[in-house]
């Protein structure tokens, strides 16, 4: 039937034409977005996921920020030890030659005094950002360093932030404690040489023990503090240096017969004086440290040489300490960097899921916008016709 008041099929036409339109605005919408869902109305379950990943991807961006700023500060630390350890391999070498005896001892000592004032520089400049974890009052301050890690969901929607946590007690080297009986940093601790302070005036025959024979050269001699008893028996370095000092008087000599007595003599004579000397020395050095030793004044006699190898193997034991704290130091970086390249790596692979939820593919949309332009081009030709349809009906009355 041809009504001049109702024509279907332009009305057909034009709801087509208008779903094709809508259809255009959508897939152009994605073209100059880039995204197939931008909001809720688009796919509310896509969109809630995509905005909560988004929001934990953007702290997850804050958490490398703060991997960024702890990496730094742990390599700060790390550089800092590195060089240390290389200044005491130094000063390890300068008491090598020390030992020579043609070589001026108090020469020596000012080279050792440049590297002890450089290892003091490297502590105090090992700071970033306000953190120095190798000059710290470890009475006072909190040693537990904690280094923002990662930022995670639960399986029920709570968030956790972890941490890593950096002790750096074992790392110090200098505490700036100023209890020196108290300090305990690697380079600013005394030396508390091993000794007991061998007292002269304890020195007497019945505290003298002689063992062995020139003969038969195994002579040793022992120092006691009070009777001769076990547990008395003086071990330390003053007591090794004046037994050296023993053995150097008898060199060579297989006859004299050595007692108590002759011990007694020996001490009352030349050498009281030199065991006298040797006793202020080791009280000075055992108040000593890394940075403040000074070997200047020792000389080549047994005493001091045996003095001389104690703050030798003191410094030894210090290098091995700084040795086995940069590797703590390294193990930190190691673990840090670690975290830092997986943080970064969980932010692309959050975005990439992100992407595989909101993302238009680009290559659909164009073949769907060319399609769709063509459907409206149909469209507009068949409400074209349509609307011809009303011409029709003119011509019936012609």
């Given at each position: ?89 130094d000063i390890k070498a300068k008491l090598t030659t020390a030992k020579d005896g ?286 011809n349809a009303s011409q029709n009906i003119l011509s019936l009355f012609r």
């Amino acid at each position: 039937m041809s009504s001049l008041l109702t024509n279907s099929s332009a009305m057909v036409a034009l709801q087509t034409l208008k779903g094709i339109n809508g259809s255009m605005a959508e897939t152009q919408n994605r073209i100059s977005t880039g995204m197939r869902v931008s909001d809720a109305s688009d796919n509310a379950a896509y969109w809630s996921i995509a905005t909560t990943m988004k929001s934990d991807n953007k702290a997850l961006s804050a958490v490398q920020d703060a991997l960024g700023l702890g990496a730094a500060t742990v390599d700060v630390a790390f550089t800092a030890m590195d060089k240390a350890v290389e200044v005491v391999d130094d000063i390890k070498a300068k008491l090598t030659t020390a030992k020579d005896g043609t070589v001026d001892k108090d020469k020596v000592q000012a080279d050792i005094k440049q590297l002890q004032e450089q290892l003091q520089t490297i502590a105090s400049s090992a700071n970033f950002s306000g953190e120095n974890w190798l000059q710290q009052n470890k009475s006072t301050d909190n040693l537990n360093k904690e280094i923002v890690g990662s930022f995670t969901r639960t399986s029920d929607g709570q968030v956790e932030i972890q941490n890593i946590d950096v002790d750096t007690s074992s790392i110090v080297l200098v505490d700036t404690n100023a209890d020196a009986a108290a300090n305990s940093g690697i380079l600013s601790q005394q030396f508390g040489l091993d000794g007991d302070n061998v007292d002269l005036a304890h020195l007497v025959a019945a505290n003298i023990q002689v063992t062995g024979s020139l003969a038969g050269g195994d002579l040793v001699v022992n120092f006691f503090d009070g009777p001769i008893a076990t547990g008395n028996q003086y071990s330390g370095l003053e007591a090794e240096a004046l037994q050296a000092m023993v053995a150097d008087h008898y060199k060579g000599d297989t006859t004299t017969t050595v007692d108590a007595a002759a011990i007694e003599a020996l001490f009352a004579g030349d050498l009281s004086a030199a065991a006298t000397d040797l006793s202020a020395k080791v009280d000075t050095l055992a108040e000593s440290n890394i940075l403040t030793f000074d070997v200047g004044g020792l000389t080549d006699s047994i005493g001091d040489k045996a003095i001389l190898n104690s703050v030798y193997a003191s410094v030894d034991a210090t290098l091995q300490t700084m040795t086995e704290a940069a590797t703590d130091l390294g193990s930190a970086k190691a673990r840090v960097d670690m975290q830092k390249q997986f943080a970064s790596d969980l932010s692309d692979a959050i975005d990439r899921g992100i992407g595989q939820l909101v993302d238009a593919d680009m290559n659909e949309e164009s073949t769907r916008l060319k399609a769709l332009q063509t459907q409206q081009q149909l469209g507009i030709q068949a409400l074209s016709i349509a609307n011809n349809a009303s011409q029709n009906i003119l011509s019936l009355f012609r």
